[in-house]
């Protein structure tokens, strides 16, 4: 059984940094792409940034550089790291394997999901 586990989250002022983690069991993920998506109360879970089987890497518009996505395929786990947060990112943060190399954006692309990490930003 395939089983994604995140950590990492927590409460941050805004301007703080937060660094999340996923680790991947029942599968190797290796060859995969792989992602971290947000879901803020009331909206659409949103991509937040994918690295895919050959380390390309792709964030999403919003975030101006501020996160950094990263990957140990030796340790079956993925990263984001984050800094200077905003009240703005509060959400449910989720990370998302899907099989195949390349990256989507969608939450339909992905075929395994985590269960979620609070991070919540104050201001």
């Known amino acids: 059984q395939v089983q994604l586990v995140e950590s990492g989250g927590g409460s941050v002022q805004a301007g703080g940094s937060l660094g999340l983690s996923c680790v991947a069991s029942?599968?190797?993920?290796?060859?995969?792409?792989m992602a971290w998506f947000r879901q803020a109360p009331g909206k659409e879970r949103e991509f937040v940034a994918g690295?895919?089987?050959?380390?390309?890497?792709y964030y999403a518009e919003f975030l101006r550089g501020r996160f950094t996505i990263s990957r140990d395929n030796a340790k079956n786990m993925w990263y984001l790291q984050m800094i200077s947060l905003e009240p703005e990112d509060t959400a449910v943060f989720y990370c998302?394997?899907?099989?195949?190399?390349?990256?989507?954006?969608?939450?339909?692309?992905?075929?395994?999901w985590g269960q979620g990490t609070q991070v919540t930003v104050s201001s």
């Open positions: 690295i895919s089987a050959l380390n390309e890497i």
């Open positions: 998302a394997a899907r099989i195949g190399r390349i990256i989507g954006t969608k939450p339909s692309d992905y075929d395994y």
């Open positions: 029942g599968r190797t993920f290796a060859t995969d792409a």
